[in-house]
């Protein structure tokens, strides 16, 4: 009886092994990723977060710290390396090379539609240094009234976010930033 009214079915992240470490994906609730500077850890969230997108979930993905040229980019190196290594393409470009600007308009056309399945439902927000938790409420509550669905939300990354009060330490900050998540 329980069952029936409890969402059972986790979102899968697109790695096997990880969806099997979460017992079924992602659930509703607060998922956090640390690690050491430069370990990739917003490559690996927005593969999760593109993953998620291109599944028919909508994702809301506050880049706090990269403009969102930056964000497209990263997931257009990846699409480039997983075409070139379908062979559809010669070689993978760099989320550099992707800046500065990619001469082979067709290979920028592959990229672009194998892109478009997550576009449809992935909505990148740049917080420019400048966004607290109010933004991120204020955009999710209307994501949800006007897609009238509850999205997944990627915040990278948390210690950017101001905090509600000067005086508080890093620590205390954070601390608050979670339970406000």
């Not at 600007?101 to 927000?125: C, H």
Request: net charge negative.
């Amino acid at each position: 009886e329980i069952n029936k009214n409890m969402n059972t079915s986790g979102i899968s992240t697109g790695f096997d092994n990880l969806d099997q470490s979460l017992g079924g994906g992602l659930y509703a609730g607060l998922y956090t990723l640390g690690a050491i500077s430069s370990l990739g850890k917003t490559t690996l969230a927005l593969q999760i977060a593109d993953n998620i997108a291109a599944s028919g979930h909508d994702v809301i993905f506050f880049s706090l710290e990269m403009a969102s040229a930056e964000v497209l980019a990263k997931s257009f190196s990846r699409i480039s390396a997983e075409l070139a290594k379908e062979g559809q393409m010669e070689d993978f470009y760099t989320t550099r090379a992707i800046l500065n600007g990619i001469p082979d308009l067709d290979e920028y056309k592959k990229m672009e539609n194998q892109y478009n399945q997550i576009a449809k439902n992935m909505y990148i927000v740049e917080g420019n240094f400048h966004a607290d938790l109010a933004l991120i409420k204020r955009h999710v509550e209307k994501h949800i009234r006007v897609r009238r669905t509850k999205p997944v939300v990627v915040v990278d990354y948390l210690q950017i976010l101001l905090p509600e009060n000067d005086r508080l330490t890093d620590q205390q900050a954070v601390d608050r930033h979670i339970v406000g998540l």
